[in-house]
């Protein structure tokens, strides 16, 4: 079925551990972006891409690098996991001009 | 930066009852965008608005986007118990790619 995949769904890791989590979508979307949510909060914006090879920091960029090579991948990488850094993490994609219209089941990170 | 404010942040109604949902950006908004969440889902997108004082509709849902492109509410007729979740818009700043969520208004239904 079309739409975003994400990898993991779960993932503990240590403080200091590095891992990426990967996010596909099979739409031919342009906009691609990252957020994370809080418990009882709402999502905000750690990375966003335009197109391939294009990104850009969000309101919470630090801790974490992207990349776009491809039109059908974002991956998230977590350079050195810190406990302020557990939450839930959606990957989002769209047409160029639309807000986030699809968006990932979710990666549940825990950060112990 | 940016910043986008939901009201209520709470709201529990009897089924039935109108709901509504306000959100307010502290600056001019391109476009915005509504979404809802279930409970331990993810945000599912209902719909954009773009222009100046435009009015959509999606069966019992009422989108409403301001004059001043600054503020948009959600309004919700005769609620049922499908309609629980927590209701998200987003906004996007002129000049600007980023997508920026409101604080949310989570909404109970009592049966």
């Known amino acids: 079925n079309a739409g975003v995949t994400q990898t993991p769904k779960f993932q503990v890791l240590k403080t200091g551990q590095s891992m990426t989590l990967q996010c596909a979508q099979d739409?031919?979307?342009?906009?691609m972006s990252w957020y994370r949510q809080d418990p009882g909060m709402g999502l905000r914006l750690i990375h966003y891409?335009?197109?391939?090879?294009?990104?850009d920091q969000g309101e919470v960029p630090n801790g974490y690098n992207v990349s776009r090579s491809t039109t059908e991948d974002f991956p998230l990488r977590l350079l050195s996991a810190a406990p302020s850094q557990t939450s839930v993490y959606f990957c989002?994609?769209?047409?160029?001009?639309?807000?986030?219209?699809?968006f990932g089941s979710g990666t549940r990170l825990t950060v112990v | 930066g940016q910043q986008v404010m939901q009201i209520p942040q709470y709201q529990h109604v009897q089924e039935g009852e109108d709901f509504t949902t306000y959100c307010n950006s502290s600056?001019?908004?391109?476009?915005i965008q509504w979404y809802k969440q279930r409970p331990g889902g993810h945000p599912v997108f209902l719909i954009q608005?773009?222009?100046?004082?435009e009015v959509k509709k999606q069966k019992r849902l009422t989108f409403q986007f301001g004059e001043a492109k600054k503020n948009s509410s959600l309004h919700i007729t005769a609620t049922q118990t499908t309609d629980v979740g927590t209701y998200f818009c987003?906004?996007?700043?002129?000049?600007?790619?980023?997508?920026?969520f409101g604080t949310g208004t989570r909404l109970k239904v009592l049966a």
């Open positions: 989002a994609s769209s047409y160029r001009g639309q807000g986030p219209s699809t």
């Open positions: 739409m031919n979307h342009e906009y």
């Open positions: 891409s335009v197109g391939a090879g294009i990104t």
């Open positions: 600056t001019t908004l391109s476009n």
């Open positions: 608005l773009v222009k100046s004082g």
């Open positions: 987003a906004g996007l700043t002129s000049g600007t790619y980023k997508y920026i």
